[in-house]
């Protein structure tokens, strides 16, 4: 199980109702929309944006151009 509160935004009592709601890990956290992640007590769209973002980040998840693959 990864340490939620790696995540910017995320302090312990936000890190446990995440755990609660099922967002155990980066990874179900990147795959999360903004508003299942609103679902859950005490988080903002604009904060929700951010906690995905840095899950994404801590996956490695995201695009690269065919450029830069190159």
């Known amino acids: 199980m990864d340490d939620l ?6 302090g312990p009592s936000t890190a446990e109702r ?14 999360a929309t ?3 992640l609103c679902e859950v007590e005490g988080i903002s769209e604009k904060a929700a944006h951010k906690i995905i973002e840095a899950a ?6 995201g695009f690269k151009k065919g450029s830069e693959i190159l």
């Not at 609660?20 to 990874?27: R, S, V």
């Open 5 to 10: 509160t790696e995540l910017p935004g995320v």
């Open 34 to 36: 903004v508003k299942e």
């Open 56 to 61: 994404k980040q801590m996956c490695n998840l």
């Open 18 to 31: 995440l755990k609660e709601a099922g967002f155990t890990d980066f990874m179900k956290i990147a795959t």
